[in-house]
């Protein structure tokens, strides 16, 4: 056995790199779970009391509901990416790769939940928001 590549040193870099993976993999897990109900129930609550329709049934909420649901899948693909990362990692020794791959998945997560809730947020017309009048909303806004 080679010392070199058994180091304390070595195994408590692969230890924290794999953590970091780990991280990733439930970060993505809970946003792509939990976050993507809150997001959802927050965001299509106020899109049906707005316009008094399902998801499928006028475009404001339509769109909204894709960019949730798509937001929320991106995370589920993030979460494999990672299992899949630390799967190919077994037995080799590149922490500094693991760790890289870990803080990149990582803040992907982080940008996909921001970037999708943010898309679905902006692609309904609410009252108030400039362009409101002369949109599609306009015609389909229940009465207040």
């Known amino acids: ?79 494999a990416i990672g299992v899949a990362v630390l799967v190919r990692a077994r037995g080799r020794r590149r922490p500094l790769r693991l760790a890289a791959a870990g803080a990149l998945l990582l803040s992907l997560s982080v940008l996909t939940v921001v970037l999708s809730t943010t898309l679905a947020q902006s692609s309904y017309c609410r009252p108030g928001t400039p362009g409101y009048a002369d949109s599609y909303c306009a015609g389909k806004r229940t009465a207040e």
């Open 1 to 79: 056995m080679d010392h070199e590549h058994s180091s304390p040193g070595r195994t408590a870099g692969r230890v924290a790199a794999t953590a970091l993976v780990l991280l990733a993999v439930a970060t993505s897990i809970v946003l792509g779970t939990a976050g993507w109900f809150a997001v959802g129930f927050a965001t299509m609550t106020d899109c049906t009391n707005s316009y008094s329709c399902s998801p499928a049934g006028c475009p404001p909420c339509t769109a909204t509901g894709r960019w949730i649901n798509a937001g929320g899948l991106a995370q589920w693909a993030l979460a």
